[in-house]
């Protein structure tokens, strides 16, 4: 059974930082590629961050270059979500997903797997 478990959500003010976690289970994250999403109230889901299972190279939206950084930790088959410079509009649930490497080309595939999500609040 294949589970992923974010953790590290909070509240902080604009220009803080934050750091999420999502722990894998059923899955190597070494060989699948594992994704961080956001969804705030009345928004589409937006994809911020992707890391390739077999190069590690990464991936982020325009939104968040430079600001966000997304590793994983294969000894602990863990990814992360390190945010900096937050801003109100970073607002948002964020989600860990997960699916094949080779389909690690886009944040539109569909992703197999998913968490239950862990909420980022930045205030002004």
């Known amino acids: 059974q294949v589970q992923l478990m974010e953790s590290g959500g909070g509240s902080v003010q604009a220009g803080g930082s934050l750091s999420l976690s999502c722990a894998v289970a059923?899955?190597?994250?070494?060989?699948?590629?594992l994704a961080w999403f956001r969804q705030a109230p009345g928004k589409e889901r937006e994809g911020v961050a992707r890391?390739?299972?077999?190069?590690?190279?990464?991936y982020y939206a325009d939104s968040v270059r430079g600001r966000f950084t997304i590793s994983r930790d294969n000894a602990k088959n863990t990814t992360y979500l390190q945010m900096n410079m937050l801003k109100p509009e970073d607002t948002a649930m964020y989600y860990c997903?997960?699916?094949?490497?080779?389909?690690?080309?886009?944040?539109?595939?569909?992703?197999?797997?998913w968490g239950q999500g862990t909420h980022v609040t930045v205030s002004s």
């Open positions: 890391i390739y299972g077999d190069s590690g190279a990464t």
């Open positions: 059923g899955l190597n994250v070494r060989l699948n590629c």
């Open positions: 997903a997960a699916v094949r490497g080779w389909q690690c080309v886009s944040f539109n595939v569909e992703y197999a797997y």
